[in-house]
């Protein structure tokens, strides 16, 4: 079993920045694949980006493409999700997904509580 707990999320101005963090216990996530959703209020759960279990590929949605950046530390069982230039459509509650194969689908094994995300215009 793998508990994922995410935070790093708050209110920022429109143009700012945060950084996501999701901390893995129970079991080390360096064979997992890991991915970023979120969910707005009365919207569907979408991706916005994964990392495989090695770092070395990254994939995001076309939203997140430029501003996002994905990144782990599988030493420090923690995953990142570094948002730049944050706009209004971006607030969501966000959360952090592990699972064997990196796809943009919301099918992961492990999933964290979540993190609010607000950005304000």
């Known amino acids: 079993q793998v508990q994922l707990v995410e935070s790093g999320g708050g209110l920022v101005q429109a143009g700012g920045s945060l950084r996501l963090s999701c901390a893995a216990s129970?079991?080390?996530?360096?064979?997992?694949?890991m991915a970023w959703f979120r969910q707005a209020p009365g919207k569907e759960r979408e991706f916005v980006a994964g990392?495989?279990?090695?770092?070395?590929?990254?994939v995001y949605a076309d939203s997140a493409k430029g501003r996002f950046s994905s990144s782990r530390d599988n030493a420090r069982n923690t995953v990142y999700l570094q948002m730049n230039s944050l706009k209004p459509e971006d607030t969501a509650v966000y959360y952090c997904?592990?699972?064997?194969?990196?796809?943009?689908?919301?099918?992961?094994?492990?999933w964290g509580q979540g993190t609010q995300v607000t950005v304000s215009s």
């Open positions: 997904a592990a699972g064997s194969l990196l796809v943009t689908r919301p099918t992961y094994d492990y």
């Open positions: 129970g079991s080390t996530i360096s064979s997992y694949a």
């Open positions: 990392i495989d279990w090695n770092g070395f590929r990254t």
